[in-house]
């Protein structure tokens, strides 16, 4: 069973960081896409960054050169380094990996974390 669990979320001020942290289980996260989506309410989920198993990372335009996805393959675990942050940055974050299984997709998303971007 694929257990996905972030962490990190919280309240912040405007330019300052969080590192949000998704803790997997069931899976190898070096072996399968990883990603970050995040949703703001009346707003439909969007990407935020995704890291490949080989290691190849894409990114959202409103997030680049401010967000970093990484992975510890040790810890199992895909982090979201958020620098910069700004007020349209407040959402719900949520981890997710999806993969086929002979015919079937399999799609995984963890509980979400908040983050809030105000002074």
């Known amino acids: 069973q694929v257990q996905l669990v972030e962490s990190g979320g919280g309240l912040v001020q405007p330019g300052g960081s969080l590192r949000l942290s998704c803790a997997a289980s069931g899976i190898m996260v070096s072996r399968y896409v990883m990603g970050w989506y995040r949703q703001a309410p009346g707003i439909k989920r969007e990407l935020v960054a995704v890291?490949?198993?080989?290691?190849?990372?894409n990114y959202a335009d409103s997030v680049k050169g401010r967000f970093t996805i990484s992975r510890d393959n040790a810890k199992n675990t895909v982090d979201l380094q958020m620098n910069s942050l700004k007020p349209e940055d407040t959402a719900n974050y949520y981890c997710n990996t999806n993969y086929w299984r002979g015919r079937t997709l399999l799609d995984y998303w963890g509980q979400g974390t908040q983050v809030t971007v105000s002074s």
């Open positions: 890291i490949s198993g080989d290691g190849f990372t």
